[in-house]
Each structure stands twice: as structure tokens, then as C-alpha cells.
């Protein structure tokens, strides 16, 4: 294990019409002001936003209400609503949605306090030193940022989708109740299972020690999402599946899977080229093309790894450690392909893919090189991988 | 999975003299006046207490020395000390130690702003409504209450040992430094392991849902644990073994391994009269006399989590269930023994135990039956199961 700090403050209230107590626990986090910030509109079409509010009501907090952020969130939305924000002074930001509201809310929340330029934190320009606190309401099981230090935003203009980590932004609570998810469709659902495991399967692929305590939760927390990402797919209203994914969500990204040991994600920054450069392309999807074409090509700089995952989590159990290693590899693509994921860049019929821009996304222009275990993945190795699953 | 609140707040600064942070963390708390709370002396002994409050007057921070607290710690150390605590005005305590320091200061965080007898948070007379903050440097991997929320003291005069548990008294931070457990004898640091294992398997063996995330963690942090305490006691020095239970010992502890389950802890319950009635038994030890025999009398009404036990932690195949069952409970037994835990109870040599005098305890005279699934552990399973491992 590795020497670390870490503090997970959020607080979860778990379990259905939990978002009941939403006054309740704004009054008992001493929020006299909040900012509530929400997407393109079906917390707005199932009358979770009207409930919402009329709690906030009864416990006479007074609100403002920001609608309109969109999946793979711009930079443009944060820069449209500083001044509106700064002239309101609001004591709190809830978040009511998913990682798109929740990655705006805490850019938001570090903005206000900030000079510069919105996106400079993104750009690791800046640090961010002061933040509104913001709480969550989770209405999709997927990007984890209910719980995470973790703040992804796309600037249009740039071409540019990028990411910061502060503790600062780390929610205060995320209320999480499972039945909000039911109304999830089976392809967005399925995004979200991709992305939890995901968050996951990065961590696990980093270096690790010989008895490491956050590999066996990471194989349980595996072998929990795919069981339950299963039974979703067939009845979207098994409450006990969109439970364990709504929580395998949360602690995928909130640093128990990584306890004690070192923090990357390379996949996810091949992927960010990807739905920053096309903007239909769900992040989840590109992850599910990505991963299994990453692993295709590191497998062979830790078979022990692979084949211990492929064991451990599906069970695979070919002698062979070689064999089971890619096993478990064509495990998992069979797994996205089962729950409606593509396989292949060309699947999401965006035309020619334009592999020269994303190892430009991912390299800066050539001048960076994306730290990863044994062997850096630079350009040459990008082209590689993003090549092999066109 | 059932509805929950969770707030696991404590923040963890672990590695190797990560001590030396103290002023600096102490001041990030905003600590000006600083309740120390020590044992009987091997704090000192070794240099860990002149080193931590050299950094503590470093930042200028005022403090008060509290030495003294015994193992089972008691009630009357709390009382004695109450109003020279009062008069000091601390605005924080700080524990170093293990699990005795800790609950007496997480007991005086709590009584300092409590007009009633010390001990009815124990006997749950009354509920904290506010308590001092705690902080903890650890110095043994056992009981996991640096990251807990619960406080067991015992009452010599009642000859009554009990528990508490309130969000209120979770320490903020805990630092933890491996090495500061190279000097745990290995008999302590077989108490502290029996521990660990038994605040996991007593949450795993409550009702489980069929995907259940948290019993994958627990079976995950219980293999980890077996590992880690084979090698420590063939190496102290161990690093990562070390790191491995001393982590645990928090993870165990701190609602992971029961999230999204019911809680319940019926072999504590059934220790706690043990080592509150004779005081030279070690809670971790009579743990490992009394889960075996609760076990082989349990068995029968949860044979699937047995095996499911048997296979997943100790990697026992029998396909016979009823078989697999009980030899998890053999490997379970077999290995306490490994590690220098007795089996049955006249290996204490404290003379002829009272089973009436125990039962008394458990049942508080018959008045009270104790919540387990499937069959309540009243008095007379409770003779069945003491009886079982004299």
C-alpha cells in the first residue's frame, strides 16, 4: 500500500422518496440560500423538480432555479450564468441529476469564487482554494460524481473536454433513491453500468501490492454491477438491481477502490477526445469501444493482472494464465455488447473517424504523454489502440 | 439492500510518520485548546508522545496531558476526570492509542456537555446531543473505533460493560502510521485481528440481499486480514501486512461492510460479559472462543451463508453445503488457533467461569432477549453456547 490522505465527507441518504427530506437536510446544513441547478428537462416532466421545490418551500429557503445544462456539459453554460449567480449570493449549489449537472454545479462553485477564466481549472491553470458547498440529488447511476473530487467539463470552442480534482467539490450529500432510475432508458442505463465499472477497472489496472485490500472491494463491487447490470436490462424496475447500481456509482469513483493505491485513468482520457469531438457519442459508449481495445494492447505488460481479474470477476478459470487473461477481456466485451454497448468506433456512425485529432486531444498537440503503468501511452501507442477498434 | 443514512466523515492521513502532521492537522481543525489522551504508558516509553506534542507546541496549540487509561477501559477513569476537563476547556480531544483511549474519549466528548450520570449514553438512558470533537493517532489495529461511531465502556462497580453508537462521537481524522504497530506483541496483535474479523463476520452473518455488495466487501477485507495476519506473525515488521490490518481495522468498523444492510453484533454481546466480568481477558480473545461456538450453533438456520462463507473467504469447495458450512467454521477456528487464540474458555485460567453470571449479563437478569436473525439469542442459547466452549 501506498501512503495517502482521504476523506469521503458526502453523506448518502439512501432509499426511496429520500428526496423528501431535501428541506430537512438543507435547513440542517444551515443553507438559507440555494442555487438549484438542473438539465434539459425530465426532472421538469416527472415532477421531481416541482416536489423538490415545494420542500425547499416549506422550510422557507429561498432558491434560484438554473435549467438547461446539457450532456457532455460546456463551458459556455458556466460563463452564460457566473454574473447571474455571483448577483444572486447563493450559500449552497443542489445539483438535481446526473454527472453533467453535478461536473456544472462544481464548476460553478469554484467559479464563483474565482477571477480568472471559468475553464482554468480544467486546464490546470489554477487550483481551486474556495468553493460553494454542493449537494446532490441523483436522478442516473453512472459518472459517480455524486461522490467524487472529480469536475469534467467540455469547452466547445477549444475542442477541448478536460478534468480537475479538488476535495473541494466533493459533494456535501447525495440523495440517492433507486427508483428515480427506473424511467433511465435501457441505452442510457447501460452507459451508466460502463462507466461504474469503468471507474473501477482503472483503478484495478494501476499498480498494486501483493495482498491489496482495494482489488478484492474493486472485484466485488465488478461482480455486483454486472449481476445486477443483468437483471436491470431485463426488468428496469428490480429495485434491488438500480439499488446496488446507484451505490456501486458512488463508491466506483469516490477513492475506496483506490485506497492505498496509486490513481489513474488512462481509458478515460482516450475516451475524452472522443465525446468531446463527437458530441453524440455518450461517454459511457466511448469507454465500452475503448476499454476492451486498451486492454487488447497492455494485456501483454501484465498477464498476471488480467488473468487474476479474469478469475476473479468472471470467474474464468482456464489454466492458462495467457488464455484466461484475454478471456477476461472478451468477457467484458461480450458483457457490453449484452447490455446494448457498441464494440466499434464505426457504430456510432459519425463518419470517418478523424484518429490524428484525438491523439492531437489526447497529446496536446504532441507534447504530452499520459502517464500509465509499465509502458506511457503516447501517441504512438493512442493510435494503436483507437486504430484497432475503428 | 435496505434505506440508510451514512456519513463516514473521518479523514485518514496514513503512512509512515504521518504524526508528524499533527500541528498542522490540529490547526486545519481549528484546535486552540487540546485534550491528550493516553494509556498506561508505552506512549511514552517509546517517544511517539514527546514527538507529537513537540509539533502540538510548535503550532502554539494549548494542551492538557490525560494519562492513564486502562485496557477494558472504565467509567470511573471518566468520572475522575470530568471536571478537571470541564475547567480546562478543551475544544478538542485528541486520542492516542487504541480502542480504550479512544472510547474514553469519545465517553468524556460526550459527557462534557452532559449533566447525567457519565455512564447512560452506555445504558442507553440517554442520547448525546453534542460532544467534543475527537481526533486519533493510532497505535494498534483492533478495534476499529477510530473510524467508528461506536463507544463501549465498562462500569467495574455494575459489573456492566456497554456500548453506544452515535454519529457524533466519529473522530474526524485518524492518523495512521503501520509502524507505530511493529511493537504490538503478537498476542495483542492476534486480539486485534480476531477483532477486525469478527466486526466484519458479525455484520456479514445478518440478512444479506441475493447481490449483496456488502458482503462482497467484507468477504474481500476478511481475505485480505488472513493474509496479512499469517505474514505479521512470522515478520512484525511486516510493512505491508501492517498497513493492511491497520487500514482494515478501520474499514471493518466503520458501516463499509454492513452498507446498505441491517446491523448487528450478537458474539460481541456475548463477549462483552466476558471480559467485563474477568478483567485479564482480552475482548479480541474471548472473541475467538465464542464466534466458533456461536457458530456451530447458528449454522443450522443459515447453512447457504456458511458455505457461501467457506467458499468465498477461505476458498473451501465442498460440494457439500452442510460439510462446506462447517469447515469454514473449522478454517475459522483453525486459524485463531494459528495465530496464538485460545479455543475454549478454561485456557483463560480464571477459575470456573459463571455461565448464570454471564447469561445475567447478556439477558440483563432475564429482562432482555438479544436481536439475532432467524432465532433470538436469549438465555437459554446463550447457556447452550457458553457451555459449548468451556
Not at 55 to 67: F, M, S, V
Not at 137 to 147: D, H, P, V
Not at 198 to 222: C, I, K, V
Request: proline letters at 5%.
Amino acid at each position: 500500500m501506498i501512503d495517502f490522505n482521504l476523506s469521503i465527507k458526502t453523506k448518502i441518504y439512501f432509499g426511496p422518496d429520500k428526496e423528501d427530506l431535501i428541506g430537512d437536510i438543507l435547513r440542517s446544513e444551515n443553507v438559507n440560500r440555494v442555487l438549484i441547478i438542473v438539465g434539459e428537462g425530465s426532472v421538469k416532466k416527472n415532477g421531481l423538480l416541482t416536489k423538490v421545490i415545494g420542500k425547499i418551500e416549506e422550510k422557507k429557503i429561498d432558491y434560484l432555479l438554473l435549467e438547461g445544462v446539457r450532456p457532455n456539459p460546456n463551458i459556455e453554460f458556466v460563463r452564460d450564468n457566473l454574473i447571474k449567480i455571483r448577483n444572486y449570493k447563493p450559500d449552497f449549489i443542489l445539483a438535481i441529476g446526473g454527472g453533467s449537472v453535478i461536473d456544472t454545479a462544481k464548476l460553478l462553485a469554484c467559479d464563483y469564487y474565482y477571477d480568472g477564466d471559468p475553464f482554468d481549472f480544467n486546464l490546470h491553470k489554477a487550483k481551486p482554494t474556495k468553493a460553494l458547498p454542493v449537494g446532490v440529488i441523483l436522478t442516473i447511476s453512472a459518472a459517480g460524481s455524486e461522490m467524487s473530487t472529480s469536475c469534467v467539463i467540455q469547452d466547445d470552442v477549444k475542442g477541448k473536454k478536460a478534468g480537475f480534482n479538488s476535495d473541494l467539490v466533493r459533494p456535501v450529500f447525495a440523495i440517492e433513491n433507486p427508483k428515480l432510475t427506473y424511467s433511465v432508458s435501457p441505452y442510457q442505463t447501460a452507459c451508466g453500468i460502463t462507466d461504474i465499472m469503468m471507474h473501477t477497472l482503472e483503478r484495478y489496472f494501476q499498480p498494486s501490492s501483493e495482498n491489496e485490500p482495494a482489488d478484492g472491494f474493486a472485484e466485488a463491487l465488478l461482480r455486483s454491477v454486472i449481476k445486477a447490470g443483468q437483471k436491470v436490462m431485463k426488468n428496469p424496475e428490480d429495485y434491488d438491481s438500480r439499488a446496488v447500481l446507484m451505490l456501486m456509482s458512488s463508491l466506483s469513483h469516490n477513492g475506496l477502490t483506490n485506497i492505498g493505491k496509486p490513481f489513474g485513468m488512462p481509458v478515460h482520457q482516450l475516451e475524452h477526445g472522443l465525446s468531446g469531438m463527437y458530441k453524440t457519442i455518450a461517454h459511457g459508449a466511448g469507454l465500452a469501444v475503448l476499454w476492451p481495445a486498451w486492454a487488447k494492447y497492455y494485456v501483454q505488460f501484465d498477464v498476471d493482472k488480467f488473468d487474476q481479474y479474469a478469475r476473479n470477476v468472471w470467474n474464468s478459470q482456464n489454466p492458462d494464465k495467457k488464455e484466461n487473461a484475454l478471456q477476461g477481456i472478451k468477457l467484458t466485451e461480450e458483457f457490453f455488447r449484452y447490455i446494448g454497448m457498441p464494440s466499434r468506433l464505426m457504430e456510432f456512425k459519425v463518419g470517418a473517424i478523424d484518429i490524428d485529432g484525438l491523439i492531437n486531444r489526447l497529446t496536446d498537440n504532441g507534447t504530452r504523454v499520459v502517464a500509465h503503468p509499465v509502458k506511457p501511452l503516447d501517441g504512438e501507442v493512442a493510435r494503436i489502440i483507437y486504430n484497432s477498434c475503428l
